[in-house]
């Protein structure tokens, strides 16, 4: 896999992110990527719906494939694999943002 080929997804607040797995290039268990961020850079506090694993220079693996991410200011929830679909048109293959459940709570 050459990181390279593959887009990065910018994250916002100086922040990219790349998956080299991740179902569009054939994952079905889990997924992973690298998370590069520019000098004072930050990224919002962010919940997932299964255990992530972190490690120096943010290279992530999800538990799940369908893992998504809940930014915590807003309460928005997003599949993680939508950041890293293959793009038709500029528009990524099967992303699909989710509505917070109205039984959260407000968390």
């Known amino acids: 896999m050459r990181l390279s080929v593959l887009t990065a ?3 916002g607040g100086g922040a990219r992110t ?3 797995v991740n179902p569009s290039l054939g994952a079905s268990a ?3 990527g690298i ?9 919002p506090f962010h919940s997932h719906n299964c255990e992530e694993s972190v490690m120096l220079k943010i290279l992530w ?3 799940r494939i369908d893992a998504t991410r809940t930014i915590t200011e807003t309460g928005q929830t997003h599949p993680v694999c939508a950041e890293h679909a293959r793009r038709v048109g500029g528009r990524p293959l099967g992303a ?6 109205e039984s959260a709570g407000g968390r």
Do not use: C, D, M, Y
């Open 9 to 11: 997804h910018e994250r």
């Open 18 to 20: 790349t998956a080299p």
């Open 30 to 32: 889990f997924i992973n």
């Open 35 to 43: 998370t590069w961020f520019a000098p004072g850079s930050a990224i």
């Open 61 to 63: 693996r999800h538990g």
């Open 96 to 101: 699909v943002a989710l509505q917070r459940p």
